[in-house]
C-alpha cells in the first residue's frame, strides 16, 4: 500500500505560480510511477503530468506542456508540480496518484493509489 498527501494548492491570480506536493508513504515509493490528475466541476478527471520512476521521463497533457513541470525526489519521497503562467481554466481539485508499472499512464484506471486532492483556483 502506497498513501499520499497532496499539499501547496491555494487561490492565485492568472499568471501566477503555484507548487503542489505529494508526500507518500507505505512501500518504497521510488518503484511507482507518479502522476498528477485534476478534475474541475462537473467535468472528468484529467491528465495533467507522469514521471518514472527515477525521474528521467515525464509526460505532460498538451493543455500544460510548457507551464507546468513534475519532479520527484524519492529520497524524501516526494512528488512535485510547479505550475507557472497559469489560467483561469487550471481551476480544478488536483490529485496525485501512483502506479505499479513502469509505463507513464494517462487514463485514471491504470493508476492504484489515489491521494485526497488538493483545490487550485485561479483568478482571472
Known amino acids: 500500500q502506497v498513501q499520499l498527501v497532496e499539499s501547496g494548492g491555494g487561490l492565485v491570480q492568472a499568471g501566477g505560480s503555484l507548487r503542489l506536493s505529494c508526500a507518500a508513504s507505505g512501500r518504497t515509493f521510488s518503484s511507482y510511477v507518479a502522476g498528477w490528475f485534476r478534475q474541475a466541476p462537473g467535468k472528468e478527471r484529467e491528465f495533467v503530468a507522469a514521471?518514472?520512476?527515477?525521474?528521467?521521463?515525464?509526460s505532460y497533457a498538451d493543455s500544460v506542456k510548457g507551464r507546468f513541470t513534475i519532479s520527484r525526489d524519492n529520497a524524501k519521497n516526494t512528488v512535485y508540480l510547479q505550475m507557472n503562467s497559469l489560467k483561469p481554466e487550471d481551476t480544478a481539485v488536483y490529485y496525485c496518484a501512483a502506479r505499479s508499472n513502469y509505463k507513464l499512464g494517462t487514463i485514471p484506471s491504470e493508476y492504484n493509489y489515489w491521494g485526497q486532492g488538493t483545490q487550485v483556483t485561479v483568478s482571472s
Open positions: 514521471i518514472s520512476w527515477r525521474g528521467g521521463s515525464t
